[in-house]
């Protein structure tokens, strides 16, 4: 690509100049302005220079980079030759402050920076916290506060299986307390049913599912089996453990044949001991060794005398309400063992309304268990 006038041949490809024989005044005139253009980039440096170097005096001065008041109107002209037109002579570069020349060297001046005031801590507040329950175990924290014990026979009962069947766990709920409730750990929406539970006035319990001599009877996902090795094991006791949280202890459902292996009843131990809790045995077998494991490992216990509704029948529920009267009015306490029957619950709360007309006081399973080793 070339570009010829005037006599010159500018040959853009090979970036170099090529002269033809032309007349001198050609020369001079390409020379003139190369030559003005070096003075505009010249004067644009010289122009950059001034204004850093006054931005930097004034940063001095303020300490943080603000500017201060009486330079908020200062201005700076810069004339120069319009870069279209090269043959305008330069003009050179001039910088008027809006105040006396001696403002701006006071402001050019080194000025020693203040040193900041200490901001004032802010005030620390800390909730009033309740520690009397501090360094006691789990199953006497989350303890359903119970009446003073005024030598009345006391009577526990529990409701296993709580849970399962929806319908019949908000039944049961709406019982009078302190019940003792126990949870079903592979149950829907646990924490949900735990608060509504406790809201009511009643204890929790979780039930773990065990394995039964009748291979018939299902126990329940991620149930407790003898064959299981102990890794897998203690991994289901976990996942039970951690399924919702504000219970005192743990008892077994169905648990016939698993209750009879002490090396599995010492795992559990050891995890209901690590986590403070109590344990009922619910003696689905005359051969459980679970209460005893238990002490072995130092963990609380108890152990279920009466099941309410083996037979769930109304007559056979009253039948076996009598039955826990009076082995409470010969050892000062009994611990039944009921499921959330719609016949079992009605039965029940029949039997409440004259309980402590017979001399008899309802409890949660932590009393009956605190009363066992004398903890008031």
Not at 74 to 87: E, G, I, V, Y
Not at 179 to 197: E, F, H, I, Q, V
Not at 232 to 244: H, K, S, T, V
Request: proline share 7%; net charge positive.
């Amino acid at each position: 690509m070339h570009w010829i006038g005037g006599g010159l041949t500018i040959d853009i490809r090979r970036r170099r100049l090529e002269w033809s024989v032309q007349p001198a005044r050609f020369r001079r005139r390409l020379r003139q302005t190369r030559l003005a253009a070096e003075g505009v980039r010249l004067r644009r440096v010289t122009a950059l220079a001034v204004f850093l170097a006054t931005v930097s005096a004034t940063t001095a001065f303020t300490g943080d980079g603000a500017r201060p008041d009486r330079l908020d109107d200062a201005s700076s002209q810069l004339t120069a030759r319009d870069d279209n037109d090269p043959a305008l002579p330069a003009t050179p570069l001039t910088i008027r402050p809006a105040g006396p020349q001696t403002e701006i060297a006071a402001l050019a001046a080194p000025q020693q920076r203040a040193t900041p005031a200490p901001r004032p801590q802010p005030r620390i507040v800390r909730p009033a916290v309740d520690r009397s329950n501090f360094g006691q175990p789990t199953w006497r924290r989350y303890a359903v506060a119970a009446p003073p014990d005024d030598g009345r026979p006391l009577i526990a009962i529990v409701f296993d299986d709580v849970g399962v069947n929806r319908r019949q766990a908000e039944r049961v709920i709406q019982l009078p307390g302190p019940m003792t409730m126990s949870l079903m750990s592979y149950a829907r929406d646990l924490p949900n049913l735990a608060r509504k539970a406790r809201a009511a006035g009643h204890e929790l319990m979780l039930h773990i599912p065990m394995e039964p001599h009748d291979h018939r009877k299902d126990p329940g996902p991620n149930a407790l089996l003898t064959k299981l090795d102990d890794a897998e094991l203690r991994g289901r006791i976990d996942w039970a453990l951690d399924r919702f949280s504000g219970y005192v202890g743990v008892n077994n459902h169905m648990g016939s044949r698993f209750t009879e292996d002490r090396h599995g009843m010492s795992i559990v131990m050891q995890a209901v001991a690590r986590r403070g809790l109590l344990f009922l045995d619910s003696k689905t077998s005359g051969e459980s060794v679970a209460h005893s494991t238990a002490i072995q490992h130092g963990v609380p216990a108890a152990s279920r005398q009466v099941f309410l509704d083996h037979d769930a029948g109304p007559g056979a529920v009253r039948a076996a309400l009598t039955e826990l009267e009076r082995i409470a009015t010969k050892n000062g306490q009994a611990i039944g063992i009921a499921h959330p029957h719609n016949a079992t619950v009605d039965v029940v709360r029949a039997w409440l309304t004259t309980l402590e007309q017979r001399g008899f006081r309802l409890a949660p399973i932590s009393t009956v268990v605190a009363r066992n080793y004398d903890l008031g």
